[in-house]
């Protein structure tokens, strides 16, 4: 079970937790991000609390919401941190996440990314590929020590999800198969800078159905297994993320079942047991909120023209993703609903958030909350359009705080520096041309 629903109508306005949406609107502006941190929370202690009695560390994958203070929170419940770049080991580290707790994922780490890891003093690296072992290993050795190591392994499983985010067949770019195992293990013995400590696996993204999760944990315990008994010293296995949130319809996967198949897989192996949930410790806990400019009766359609676009959220154009989107202000009881499709500011057709839409009557100037964005939604975003980064807000019961500012204009300007031959006399700044 997830969280209950912390987004609801109170005296006729959306509340974040005790905060009406409305008033961080007028303060902070739109479009922002809002974050309830009781649900983050939440949904934390209900995976831990699925997961009890195992020898569990649940990493949390950085990836979904990067933003410091949502990873403070989870760092402050004891959480570790699944990174696939520097960035956001740095990130982790700033957060509070123990050095210890931190695995680094990822199909392309750089050297450089390797060499910080290991100076960090990290758990440990799920490698991909044979050349990114040799690698690490040469690193390892060059700071005269060993990288821990577990080897990704794709288990060819279908996760029944997203092509864009499915990562677990043989024709996905992600691991190494099964049948490439075995010499794997092998380099991974000789080479003097890797300790191989485990195995991981990851099969894809939003998993609605379990049962991918039990072939492919079945088939990640049966190799330990195996090659435990080939004396190789392997000591965790990490069981990946995955785990899916309810968007629309869809029934969130049942924790309980979803341990189930953990303990049916490895209760009986020694093994410290990773999880690396992204989305299912944030998605439901964020908003975006976004006022509408304009109306716009087309011949064909009616559009809410709102101020938030493409580059602030990404995954309606990029996946088709459904996301609900409900007005601020609660609707008139019996106000009727009427299709529309609410698009955003930037030039192109996928800039579009829903198509014919059921929305109540919606006039210029209200307010709309996109719904479960809290995961990949901010950290997906980009300045296309030199848009600024929508801000971001974290509320806590009745407090809230600004826990990503807008950046000012200057911003965009800041690091990108004329060269000498397109410069004339004036220097350029900020605020050329504005008055
Ligand atoms: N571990 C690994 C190795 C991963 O590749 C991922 C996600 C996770 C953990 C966390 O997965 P989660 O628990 O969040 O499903 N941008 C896409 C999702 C991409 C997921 C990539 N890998 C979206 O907006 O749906």
């Excluded at 848009?387 to 009745?398: D, Q, S, T, Y």
Aim: glycine fraction near 10%.
């Amino acid at each position: 079970m997830t969280s209950p629903t912390v987004f609801q109508y109170r005296a006729g306005q959306l509340h974040a937790e005790d905060v009406p949406l409305s008033a961080l609107a007028e303060t902070a502006g739109t479009p922002f991000y809002c974050y309830s941190s009781g649900m983050i929370e939440g949904a934390y202690g209900a995976v831990v609390e699925a997961l009890s009695g195992l020898p569990a560390t649940v990493c949390y994958a950085l990836k979904a919401n990067s933003n410091l203070a949502v990873v403070r929170s989870l760092a402050k419940l004891g959480a570790g941190a699944d990174v696939v770049s520097e960035g956001e080991m740095r990130v982790a580290l700033a957060a509070g996440v123990p050095a210890d707790k931190i695995v680094f994922a990822g199909v392309g780490k750089t050297r450089e990314e390797m060499a910080s890891g290991l100076r960090a003093g990290i758990l440990q690296f799920n490698v991909e590929s044979l050349p990114e072992m040799e690698a690490l290993s040469e690193v390892a050795q060059s700071l005269g020590t060993q990288a821990p190591t577990a080897i990704r392994v794709n288990p060819d499983v279908d996760a029944l999800t997203h092509e864009k985010i499915s990562t677990g067949r043989a024709e996905n770019k992600f691991g190494i198969d099964l049948a490439h195992m075995p010499g794997a293990v092998r380099r991974a013995m000789e080479l003097p800078g890797i300790s191989l400590q485990g195995l991981a696996v990851h099969i894809g993204s939003q998993l609605t159905d379990l049962a991918p999760y039990g072939v492919a944990f079945e088939r990640l315990a049966g190799l330990y297994r195996d090659l435990l008994g080939q004396g190789i010293p392997l000591r965790r296995l990490d069981f990946g993320g995955g785990l899916g949130i309810s968007y629309r319809e869809e029934t969130a996967p049942d924790l309980a079942a979803y341990a189930a198949l953990v303990r049916q897989a490895a209760a009986d192996l020694p093994a410290g047991l990773i999880f690396e949930p992204g989305r299912f410790l944030v998605g439901n806990a964020g908003v975006l909120i976004t006022r509408v400019l304009y109306v716009k009766q087309g011949a064909a359609r009616r559009f809410l023209i709102v101020d938030a676009a493409m580059n602030d959220l990404i995954r309606p154009s990029m996946y088709d993703a459904w996301h609900r989107i409900i007005p601020v202000a609660a609707p008139a009881p019996g106000a009727g609903e009427e299709p529309v499709d609410i698009v955003g500011p930037i030039c192109e057709s996928a800039d579009t958030f829903a198509k014919q839409r059921l929305l109540p009557p919606v006039t210029a100037g209200e307010l709309l909350a996109i719904c479960s964005t809290g995961a990949y939604g901010a950290v997906m975003s980009s300045t296309y359009n030199s848009r600024r980064l929508a801000p971001e807000i974290m509320v806590r019961g009745k407090d809230h705080a600004i826990v990503r500012a807008r950046p000012d204009y200057a911003a965009l300007l800041a690091d990108a520096p004329l060269p000498d031959w397109l410069k004339d006399d004036r220097a350029p700044t900020a605020t050329r041309g504005v008055a």
